[in-house]
């Protein structure tokens, strides 16, 4: 009788190991893909700000401007406002050089959210002038919150 009580314990404390092994490798994949996946969103937000700049500054793309305006973006720039920013930016001409984008991704909670702020110095013949970009990505895809470009005094 003292044996198959003894069996019976020993069965039960096993099956628990087992359980225990397998929610801590499920916490460990499921902390590991939350990781790779921030990395990853990290890695294209800088990827998209540093697109944006080019496209928008460089290759002066109305439509790409135009198409990644987050809802409150497209309040704050109405197509004509769209329209006056693409002209301010090529009045200047084409940059003297490659454009240097500093910025990084922050997550407004330890994993989701991403939101990034970019800064560009774009160096034209006769002056400078500064971009400053934000970006998030809420659903779906990357999107721009809001742009300034601050083109300086000719020298």
């Known amino acids: ?85 693409m002209n301010n930016v090529a009045k200047l001409g084409a940059p003297a050089g490659p454009i240097d984008v500093q910025g990084e991704i922050e997550f407004q909670s330890q994993f989701f959210e991403p939101r990034g702020s970019f800064h560009a110095r774009i160096n034209y013949p006769a002056r400078y002038a500064d971009i400053n970009l934000t970006i998030s990505h809420p659903v779906g895809r990357w999107q721009i919150d809001d742009i300034a470009f601050v083109p300086q005094r000719e020298q």
């Open 1 to 85: 009788m003292k044996n198959l009580k003894m069996n019976s314990r020993s069965n039960s404390s096993g099956q628990v190991l087992v359980i225990l092994i397998i929610l801590v490798a499920l916490l460990g994949a499921g902390f590991w893909w939350l990781t790779s996946n921030k990395q990853t969103m990290a890695k294209e937000g800088r990827e998209f700000g540093r697109e944006a700049v080019q496209r928008i500054i460089v290759q002066h793309d109305l439509n790409f401007f135009a198409s990644r305006l987050s809802p409150q973006a497209r309040m704050n720039f109405p197509v004509s406002a769209q329209q006056e920013f």
